[in-house]
């Protein structure tokens, strides 16, 4: 059977952030219905026609949480018009229902009355709402909310007791990117050398560099910001700090005197943004220093505030920066394809040439050569760039100038593939290669040159972030949904996980295979030996498995594919582990079963590939592992696009109830040509259905109940293995070891081992552990792991010992279960043996349990006389579930004598991370994050006192990071200077904002 190949696969937690708009819901109530016509039949003669027309035929999701304002691009108007069947309209006034099958796609408002000063009914949103008809038409907007997908609008009308409906289905796209970055400043370069001489321009200054600023909208369109009311045109903001070591310029206007681009000297200004673009000249002064750059702009349209800043370093270069002494290739090694393959056939390539640590002044020659040489006989490949004079060079051999020390080109592939290999050459000497290369410095690139076509696919999966618990979200008062430790707070878990699983694909030369469609698949069934055997076995599975190449049979010497399990079926899935075998990788296979031919033998839909990459067919016969069967318990998503990174993604789901148990998963695709017929590309992996780690602040555990067993004797214990979410782990095997004194032994293995049988469908294992010599009290018992998973305390930190061995004189008192993790009734199982290890009858046991501040834990019946095996019942009734926290405490039970005793642990949940709904009164699932940033160029000890929205204060002593108390999600932030250090004067960047789903860390504060 196949068991070589079982990769267990980690359980990770997901991050899940969803942006949902300000929902104001109404209670939806409505009269007899019937389609577009009156209630129970078609439209009568007296009826209404309702007909919903919107301005756009679709609209694009919401995913940036915009705010309802007149020109954004997630609303349309809408026209409901009233008619009766004769084509007049419905008299003025008739009122129009209008409801969103789905908030989360879309909802709607109205026109804003402005009569009801208090709310704005246009910037509101809405499930439902009415609206009167003005010569048959009433208006309404539709609007787009974060969840992409089709919503139904249905308008409704009355008229002589009846109510007459219309519907129109929406769509609503895919929203914008939220990483889109709005405003942004790109400098040439990220560093300046000092002006100490305070030199005035030339062409080449190495004291000057330019920043092209952009703006885009919410799609990543170049547009213009908000007209700046102090210039009257589209305009950014720009301050620079500290000011004694840059100034800016802008471009010079030609319809002034002054020239612009030189003067004035500026620290604060605007800059003119025309198409999306502004520039801005940066010039370094006499004075080193880490200079922060500010620009902000107001959004067109909404008047948000769009900002951003970065760091351009004056320094003191120690060299001459008018020679090089350095050279390297930026922008290396990207993935060229050939021509006519439908990939990039061009890459940029940048030279950056140094003289010290800055970059070589930038000369009035061509001072880099750049040459290139290919592996296979040159199709076409070339460079191209532009030469000192503005013009264009193509050839394998050009001569380009830098500016600001980089000088920039593009490889171009050819016919075929190859393998480009760039050579980038300067002059020490004289930095010219014009004239000749007297003294060279030279670094060397290279790039691949493929196909495109798919050669290779590798399933994995991401290593965080990858698993979600599935259920129907909680949201705040606000309608945003709530998330706990990276987890969203749900109304109750479904029962289902889902796991994210990747593809990679290359081509032949190891370059992304160009985007095409991926199928994903998966089996499960039918199975045995799962749990109690682990994972489980395939049926219909061996290692004996013989596909015909290049054709559609397949055998297997020891199947029995008509008898086993029911036998195989037509459409089941047949995998063959091809890449288990040196030679046979082509040969790796999810196919479709057609006939069941024999015991022995079945047909494919399909063919298998050929296995001849070499050039002709190797056929090693019956060798190859397999496995047949179909999916069952789970699902997987069946196709999805490999991405420019050559990358395709998909969702796994799968039930609870089958945690731990043995899955194939795959991948296929059509690839390259070879010897003339199509390969199909396959990758299969085997795993098993893993559980979640992290979920909600939890952590997955391992517990044993008793946790206390007497010296000397047999006693049966039992272990449980549950995940985060306290879901049962089946099919998990346990090992153990021993320490302290004498001999620990469980299923006949002294000292250690791994228990015999899995976990069951329980998560559990129930087994018997013996010891032999222990004679005194020293700490002594069993250790279990299962994989790296041991026993864990209610904050979860690892135990060590999980069962403890007692050789006290006194006797030993042990209860089962020994912890509980959940609140109510709990049932407990007392077992009093003497020093023998005997069990004792007729003992009275007390209880004694912690007082609980905000809950209660106390016995309810019990504990009763231990009978004639030594047992005694207990009930514990816990009452630990808190508003914003979890409760915790313990209870312990003793003898008369107050020994041998036990204390079983309790501990409850906080209702508030997966509540009902709605939410219980006191209940603030809302996140929190810090706000903080850092401090540069202070050159006292202080203090700094810095101050947050005026109450929360921090203060800084020196050069630091700093961090103010958390705040709640959507809430505001706004940092000043409340006291400047002795002598000098701290600017704040970035100072406001609004809290979102991460710690805020990029607030600056310059002194000088």
């Not at 479904?494 to 160009?514: F, R, W």
């Not at 087994?767 to 305390?793: E, H, M, P, Q």
């Not at 004189?809 to 042990?814: F, I, Q, R, Y």
């Not at 508030?912 to 000890?941: D, E």
Request: aromatic share 6%; with cysteine.
């Amino acid at each position: 059977m196949i068991t070589n190949k079982l990769n267990i696969l980690k359980a990770m937690k997901r991050q899940i952030t969803t942006v949902s708009v300000l929902l104001i819901v109404f209670m939806l109530s409505s009269c007899g219905g019937g389609g577009d016509g009156a209630t129970g039949g078609a439209p009568q003669p007296n009826g209404l026609v309702l007909t919903l027309t919107p301005i756009a035929s679709s609209l694009p999701a919401n995913t940036l949480g915009y705010p309802i304002f007149s020109s954004s691009p997630f609303f349309t108007p809408m026209n409901v018009r009233v008619t009766f069947p004769n084509g007049s309209v419905a008299p003025d006034g008739t009122v129009v229902n209008l409801t969103t099958s789905n908030i989360e796609v879309g909802f709607l408002s109205v026109p804003d009355d402005p009569e009801t000063e208090d709310v704005n009914e246009f910037a509101s949103a809405w499930i439902t709402q009415n609206n009167e008809t003005v010569g048959g038409i009433a208006n309404f907007f539709l609007h787009s909310n974060a969840t992409p997908g089709v919503v139904t609008y249905t308008a409704s009308a009355s008229s002589e007791g009846r109510t007459y409906f219309g519907t129109l289905n929406f769509t609503i796209t895919e929203g914008p990117d939220p990483t889109v970055r709005q405003i942004q400043g790109v400098a040439a370069r990220d560093s300046l050398p000092v002006n100490a001489n305070n030199v005035d321009f030339y062409n080449g200054t190495p004291f000057m560099t330019e920043v092209d600023i952009q703006i885009r909208d919410v799609f990543g369109n170049l547009t213009n910001p908000a007209i700046n009311a102090s210039v009257g045109f589209p305009a950014a903001t720009v301050s620079i700090s500290p000011a004694s070591s840059m100034y800016f310029t802008v471009n010079d206007d030609p319809t002034t005197a002054v020239n612009e681009f030189l003067t004035p000297q500026q620290t604060q200004g605007v800059v003119e943004i025309v198409n999306g673009h502004g520039n801005l000249f940066l010039w370094s002064k006499d004075v080193a220093a880490d200079v922060t750059v500010s620009i902000s702009a107001l959004e067109a349209g909404s008047g948000f505030e769009l900002s951003t800043s970065f760091v351009m370093n004056v320094v003191d270069g120690g060299s001459d920066p008018t020679l090089p002494s350095s050279i390297s290739i930026l922008d290396s090694n990207k993935a060229l394809y050939v021509n006519g393959s439908g990939g990039s056939t061009a890459q940029n390539l940048s030279v950056l040439v140094k003289g010290g640590n800055l970059p070589v002044n930038d000369p009035q020659v061509n001072n880099v050569r750049l040459l290139i040489v290919t592996d296979s006989p040159n199709s076409g490949e070339r460079l191209t760039g532009v030469n000192v004079f503005g013009a264009t060079v193509q050839g394998n051999l050009i001569n380009i100038a830098t500016a600001n020390g980089i000088a920039t080109a593009s490889v171009q592939s050819g016919t075929t593939q190859n393998t480009i290999i760039v050579t980038a050459t300067t002059d020490k000497a004289d930095n010219n290669v014009d004239n000749g290369i007297q003294d060279a410095l030279t670094v060397v690139s290279q790039y691949v040159v493929s196909d495109g076509r798919l050669w290779a696919l590798e399933l994995t999966t991401p290593a965080l972030d990858a698993l979600t618990v599935n259920g129907p979200q909680t949201f705040d008062e606000d309608g945003n949904p709530i998330v706990v430790d990276g987890f969203p707070a749900l109304e109750y878990q479904d029962g289902t996980y889902s796991l994210i699983v990747s593809a990679i694909g290359t081509d032949k030369g190891g370059n992304p295979a160009l985007p095409q469609t991926v199928q994903f698949g998966m089996i499960n069934s039918p199975l045995s030996g799962y749990p109690l055997n682990g994972a489980g076995e395939f049926v219909h599975s061996s290692n004996d498995g013989d596909p015909q190449e290049g054709g559609s049979g397949f055998s297997s010497a020891s199947g029995s594919f008509i008898t086993a399990a029911g036998g195989v079926q037509p459409n089941d899935t047949l995998i063959v582990l091809g890449e288990e075998s040196l030679g046979n990788e082509d040969l790796e296979s999810a196919v479709t079963v057609s006939n069941i031919n024999s015991q022995t033998s079945i047909t494919i839909m399909e063919r298998f590939n050929r296995n001849d990459e070499s050039g002709s067919i190797n056929n090693d016969f019956g060798i190859l592992p397999y496995a047949v069967g179909r999916a069952v318990d789970g699902n997987i998503e069946a196709t999805a696009v490999l991405n420019e990174n050559g990358l395709a993604t998909t969702r796994l789901n799968y039930p609870v109830s089958q945690l731990g148990r043995l899955a194939a998963i795959y991948v296929k695709a059509q690839g390259t040509v070879t010897n003339g017929l199509v390969k199909t590309v396959t990758d299969v992996e085997l795993t098993a259905f893993p559980g979640v780690e992290g979920f909600r602040g939890n952590f997955s555990n391992l517990i044993v109940s008793p946790n206390v067993i007497p010296a000397n004797v047999s006693s049966a214990f039992t272990v449980c293995i549950v995940d985060s979410a306290r879901n049962p782990m089946a099919g998990r095997f346990v090992s153990f070891s021993y320490t302290g004194t004498g001999s620990g032994i469980i299923d006949g293995q002294t000292s250690s081992g791994t228990i015999l049988n899995a976990t069951d469908a329980n998560g559990c294992i129930t087994t018997t552990a013996r010891t032999t010599g222990l004679v005194d009290s020293s700490d002594s018992g069993f250790i279990f792991t299962s994989g790296d998973l041991t026993c864990k305390d209610n904050d979860g930190e690892n135990i060590g010992i999980c069962l403890r061995v007692s050789a006290a004189a006194g006797g030993v008192l042990n209860a089962s279960p020994s912890a509980f993790a959940t609140s109510g009734q709990k049932k407990i199982i007392l077992t009093l043996y003497d020093g023998s290890g005997n069990v004792v009858e007729g003992a009275a046991i007390s209880a004694e349990c912690d007082p609980i501040s905000g809950g209660s834990l106390g016995v309810l019946t019990g504990p009763t006389i231990t009978d004639v095996d030594g047992l005694s019942e207990v009930v514990v009734l816990a009452a630990l579930d808190g508003i914003n926290t979890s409760l915790s405490g313990s209870c312990t039970f003793a003898t008369s004598t107050g020994s041998p005793s036990v204390t079983v642990s309790f501990s409850g949940n906080d209702i508030c991370l997966s509540p009902p709904s709605p939410l219980p009164p006191g209940c603030n699932n809302i996140p929190q994050y810090s706000v903080g940033g850092s401090v540069s160029g202070m050159t006292t000890a202080g203090p700094l006192v810095l101050q947050n929205n005026g109450t929360d204060t921090v203060n800084v002593t020196g050069n630091t990071t700093f961090n103010f108390p958390i705040q709640d999600t959507g809430t505001a932030y706004n940092v000043s200077v409340l006291t400047q250090p002795p002598g000098q004067t701290c600017t704040v960047a970035n100072a406001s904002g609004t809290v979102g789903n991460t710690n805020v860390s990029n607030v600056t504060v310059t002194c000088i």
